[in-house]
């Protein structure tokens, strides 16, 4: 039996990592994955990063995000999970 500890990709211009085990989700601008970011939770209990420097949002930390925003079983679709990380991504990107 194979079981799966982290998810990690890219969605458009969004690279995710995914903690299955603590259900903790990490979004960062593709292109600024080093950039030195600070953080700050949130009305909706996300933790917002932004970089240093100019203040910019880089990047979204979710805790609990299937916990949140899934239903049921995680799914055993790349694909799927993908689909489902790709609006939290827009927040950053956009």
Request: no cysteine; aromatic share 8%; proline share 4%.
């Amino acid at each position: 039996m194979a079981v799966i500890e982290t998810i990690e990709g890219v969605v458009g211009a969004v690279w995710y990592h995914y903690d299955v085990a603590d259900d903790v989700l990490y979004l960062r601008l593709e292109d600024r994955r080093s950039t030195p970011a600070v953080g700050e939770e949130t009305d909706d209990g996300f933790i917002l990063l932004r970089e240093e420097a100019t203040d910019q949002p880089v990047g979204l930390t979710v805790v609990n995000w299937w916990k949140r925003f899934g239903e049921g079983e995680l799914p055993d679709s790349i694909r799927e999970i993908q689909r489902r990380i790709e609006p939290l991504g827009k927040r950053i990107a956009a």
